[in-house]
């Protein structure tokens, strides 16, 4: 297996996501952004910055902050893809293209032994509703609701002025 390779210059605007996108329920993403969930390997855990997330393109920005070397693994849907073995101290990018559904994610390092010892969670993968133009359909929105849509549109500005 292949695994995608890092995209440089989105280091930052994965910083700034995994920042501002806390707030934001998934649905509120905006189709063409990338999302980027952060992910911590250590004895014996597999930690996700967030269990659920819209369907889309979606960077694994992972570090392996334990003491031996890790892997991360994407299975679910059709889907299997790893990483490279990674050294302690080291981080990997995985960019896949994820839909709706549930999918494990483990370390595929030892077997399954890192498995069995707890190197394994999930992540909910939530599908986008309608293709239509976000800026329609606002009459039924909550405060809430409206709230986090100015503050993706902000964080779109935000993330054009940096790329
Ligand atoms: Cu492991």
Redesign the pocket.
Known sequence: MIPTQAIPHLTAVGALFATLSVGLAPADRMPGNVAVVDGK?S??KVELSTPAIAAGTVTFSIVNA?S????FEVEGQGIEKETPVIQPGATAALTLNLKAGTYEVY????GDS??M?G?DTHLTVVGTKSSGSPRNGNAGMSPSHMAAMSLASALRSAVQSIV
């Open positions: 390997l004895e014996w334990g031996i070397p890790h892997g370390c595929p390092v030892g890192h498995k010892l190197m």
